[in-house]
């Protein structure tokens, strides 16, 4: 199934047609005016250039505001938006990445390399745990991109059969945790509520943290109290009172 365009890539096709509108607009307007090819001709070859030039730095800030993306936007973003930002986050880590087409991407989103190693991607901005259908996917893109490893990258988790699964067919699941420790490393300012001033810390009886076993203590930051684990920074996991 063919997947939807995003919000990005339609944006950027109404503005691509609004330059060029602009760029032919400035042909057809001058040669009304002036009656002279010569000088139309080079209306609109400056027209053209202050266009790509817009285009570039367009492009550009696009790009930054992909590095400087915390964990809470890219809780925001929709799935294509996602893939482009691992893209500029492996970039990032030295990667040699290549992004697919938004269809027919043969089970991968991305393809990475480093140290001589391909690496198969696929990238999932889910509200909630992702299934095994992901891993099926990447698994798929193994022999097709004649891949040495294959990765699956989410801001959620994961279900158990996923998990699994991925681990019969030695898949690398990169969770929310995983991705915050990538996001960090890029952008040690992103903000996370794991992340933010600790103000308060009481330790609840008997309340353990779910992924090491530690102590989760009450926290309390800028949006209210929270409970986090006590071995942060080497936990980040953190829990909604």
């Known amino acids: 199934m063919a997947r939807r365009k995003s919000k990005a890539k339609q944006e950027d096709e109404f503005i691509n047609g609004v330059f060029g509108l602009f760029t032919f607009g400035s042909f057809f307007g001058t040669y009304y005016l002036t009656k002279s090819l010569s000088t139309s001709f080079g209306v609109a ?24 993306s915390g964990i809470a936007d890219i809780d925001k973003m929709d799935g294509r938006e996602f893939e482009l930002y691992l893209g500029e986050l492996f970039k990032k880590h030295n990667y040699e990445v290549k992004v697919t087409q938004a269809s027919g991407d043969y089970g991968a989103d ?6 001589g190693k391909l690496i198969v991607v696929q990238a999932k901005r889910f509200k909630s745990n992702v299934g095994i259908k992901a891993v099926q996917e990447v698994v798929g893109a193994i022999a097709h991109y004649k891949a040495s490893e294959a990765w699956v990258i989410t801001n959620s988790d994961y279900t158990d059969a996923a998990q699994v699964l991925a681990k019969s067919n030695n898949v ?16 040690p300012t992103a903000g996370t509520p794991i992340t933010l001033k600790i103000d308060q810390e009481i330790t ?6 779910s992924k090491c076993g530690s102590a989760m203590v009450l926290r309390k930051g800028p949006k209210g ?17």
């Open 225 to 241: 109290e929270f409970l986090g684990c006590s071995s942060f920074p080497k936990c980040r996991h953190a829990k909604a009172m």
């Open 110 to 115: 991305l393809v990475i390399a480093k140290a």
């Open 45 to 68: 070859a400056v027209a053209f250039v202050a266009v790509t030039v817009a285009m570039i730095i367009r492009k550009m800030d696009y790009k930054e505001k992909l590095r400087r």
């Open 172 to 187: 690398r699941l990169i969770s929310r945790e995983g991705l915050i420790e990538f996001v960090l490393k890029m952008n």
């Open 204 to 209: 609840p009886a008997g309340i353990t943290c």
